[in-house]
């Protein structure tokens, strides 16, 4: 069973490329998650964590241009909370790349928290602002 699942619902912004970047996001979280789950070799986690990372990175910028793009309001707060995930995965991906911290299943986890969080709330703020 995947670790987190995409429902309009749930996660549905109206925002297309936020909808599709979001779905893109889960794929990459999921596949991290089965790899710790099942026991894949440590470059097999290491690729997968870089690749979330990377996407991770990438998503937030795309929503931070967008945000800017019409002046909206919140985007200095919904930036704060872009930076402190990014600066958690930073930490960890160097971490793992030196032998020091493995990835466990309570780092896709907490992975998947934020998102639970941040996306209905975050990310629905700017809906009308941008879709
Ligand atoms: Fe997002
Ligand atoms: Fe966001």
């Not at 936020?18 to 998650?33: P, S």
């Not at 290491?46 to 795309?62: E, P």
Request: glycine fraction near 8%.
């Amino acid at each position: 069973m995947p670790l987190i699942t995409w429902t309009e619902e749930q996660f549905g912004t109206k925002v297309g490329f936020a909808d599709e970047e979001h779905k893109e996001l889960f794929r990459l979280l999921n596949k991290l998650y089965d790899d710790v789950a099942g026991g894949a070799d440590r470059d097999t986690i290491g690729a997968s964590l870089d690749a979330l990372i990377a996407y991770v990175v990438d998503h937030f910028a795309h929503e931070e241009r967008e945000m800017e793009a019409v002046g909206f309001a919140g985007l200095a707060s919904h930036k704060a909370e872009h930076d402190a995930l990014v600066a958690t995965c930073a930490d960890l991906q160097k971490k793992f790349h030196a032998g020091e911290a493995d990835v466990t299943a309570e780092v896709g986890e907490m992975v998947k928290d934020w998102l639970d969080k941040h996306i209905p709330t975050f990310d629905f703020a700017y809906s009308s602002a941008i879709g």
